[in-house]
């Protein structure tokens, strides 16, 4: 399929720089569900649920993170559903609305670079547990470890590069089997940790390494599951855009990624409390506590997984960075994929167990970044456009471009997301994961993202004044004439 030729099946639809319309937005709300379990609960979940039991016990703990998911899923629901739905867009290209027609690149950017975080995070998993069911069965020996790691991370890319490139129907059919089998394999999971010590040693684990503060050690680990959904704007955006409506996309959304990571992830804080050493991590006990048998079935289901979630990474990757005209016009959607796939293969191979160490780190990098992000697009979106966008201005450039404000730039978008991310560092230190000041209080992502939409907000002013931007245009022109032109 050449770059720049509009989709010519449902198959394709979203591989180009083009909205979709209704007609080609063949996910329904189960297909959307079955994508969004599949990405929820990949193998990382257990890591991210393993590092809250070094701040709180199971119940506290899983309190914590339910709510940390649910105000995380709040802020994406509100941020980029509606214009991804209404519009049939990607993340990126709805962020050129309040970054300007080049100043989104930054969004272009974020997006490639998150994305290709998660996807290491969970290709190296992947390649953890090919490596443990090998050794396991005997097939290498434990001086073969690491090499074998690599090479099924690689392969591992290069199956998510096979199936990719056929597009949005083959991700579909792919997802939904996945969703199935894991979340049978974390219900084995829970049984077999319950086996092991019973629910009331589960109940009663301390947690490994507190602070002196328990109000510290909830809003820690409230705000690392905050970052962890906020950091799935580019992943939203991707799906939900092949969704008909908002109201399609808002109950799989909640039911696809909030509950299953909670569940997921409340394990891995058990398995993290009564496993210390495993990290949460089920490839580092899934033989050992449950047997052979058991425990290669698990992590040929880990395996799996990973592979969906990975799947749904790159795509969204893929289909961010063909929004870029120069790339678009220069490479096929196959190429896309690849080059969606490189950094991951890249850090995999040369700094693997480094990056899954620091996920914190990532995670928090996550929050600084787009927390601002998200405040931001929500005050454009519903406050200042009233939820009307300029199509044809998405896709085109120049001076005329109703969002060229200044040289491509909305100074509005930097001071806003300047404010969001000054804040954000106040108030934790996303390298060494410290709270500062009222951290305890408020968590860091928050504070970020009201700050920014309210120095946007209060920035804007001034940009409206001097008639940048399409703000007039959007209070006056009418949806049912956008809509139309959409269809066209």
């Known amino acids: 399929m050449n770059a720049g030729k509009p989709a010519s099946s449902s198959s394709f639809a979203g591989l180009d720089n083009a909205p979709l319309l209704k007609s080609e937005r063949t996910w329904r709300g189960g297909t959307l569900l079955a994508s969004s379990t599949s990405t929820a609960v990949a193998t990382w979940c257990f890591v991210l649920g393993g ?3 070094y701040y709180l ?8 993170m339910m709510a940390g998911i649910l105000i995380g899923i709040g802020v994406i629901l509100i941020s980029i559903v509606p214009v991804a739905t209404k519009y049939g867009v990607d ?11 080049r100043g989104w690149y930054l969004a272009v950017a974020l997006l490639f670079v998150i994305l290709a975080g998660w996807n290491t995070v969970i290709v190296v998993i992947l390649g953890r547990a090919v490596a443990e069911i090998l050794v396991t069965m005997g097939l290498i020996g434990e001086q073969a470890r690491s090499a074998t790691e690599v090479i099924a991370m690689l392969a591992g890319l290069g199956v998510v590069w096979l199936v990719i490139r056929r597009g949005s129907s083959a991700l579909a059919s792919s997802s939904k089997w996945i969703a199935l089998g894991v979340l049978v394999l974390a219900t084995c999971v829970l049984g077999l940790l319950i086996k092991e010590v019973g ?3 589960l109940l009663d684990a301390a947690p490994l390494a507190p602070f002196d503060n328990k109000a510290t050690n909830v809003t820690i680990s409230v705000e690392a599951f905050i970052a962890t959904a906020i950091a799935w704007w580019p992943y939203v955006g991707g799906m939900v855009r092949l969704v008909p409506s908002a109201r399609t996309a808002l109950w799989p959304s909640i039911f696809g990624l909030a509950v299953p990571l909670a569940a997921v992830s409340i394990i891995g804080l058990l398995a993290g409390l009564v496993v210390p050493d495993s990290g949460g991590d089920p490839t580092a006990f899934l033989t050992q506590v449950g047997g052979v048998v058991f425990g290669v079935i698990a992590l040929a289901f880990i395996v799996l997984a990973n592979v969906g979630s990975t799947m749904v990474g790159a795509y969204s990757a893929a289909v961010g960075i063909r929004q870029v005209p120069a790339i678009s016009r220069r490479t096929s959607w196959s190429t896309a994929c690849a080059l969606a796939l490189i950094p ?8 693997a167990d480094a990056f899954v160490a620091n ?19 929500a005050v454009d979106y519903f406050l200042l456009r009233r939820q009307t966008l300029d199509v044809r201005a998405l896709y085109t450039d120049g001076p005329t471009n109703t969002y060229r404000f200044w040289a491509g730039v909305n100074p509005a978008a930097v001071v806003g997301f300047g404010v969001g991310v000054a804040t954000f560092l106040m108030l934790l230190d996303p390298l060494t994961y410290t709270p500062r000041t009222f951290f305890t209080y408020t968590t860091a992502s928050l504070p970020s993202m009201l700050a920014a939409g309210a120095a946007y907000w ?14 007039r245009e959007a209070a006056t022109r009418d ?3 956008m809509a139309e032109r959409l269809q066209r």
């Open 458 to 471: 209060l920035a804007s002013l001034v940009v409206r004044r001097m008639g940048k931007g399409g703000y």
């Open 57 to 64: 016990d199971a119940v506290t703990g899983a309190i914590a």
């Open 91 to 101: 993340s990126a290209l709805s962020s050129k609305t309040f970054m300007g027609s």
């Open 359 to 377: 996920l914190q780190v990532f995670l928090a990098v996550c929050g600084l970044f787009l927390a601002p992000m998200c405040g931001i697009q």
């Open 51 to 53: 590092t809250v039991a």
């Open 199 to 201: 629910v009331s040693g």
């Open 479 to 481: 949806p049912a004439q």
């Open 344 to 351: 991951s293969a890249v850090v995999a191979v040369f700094f």
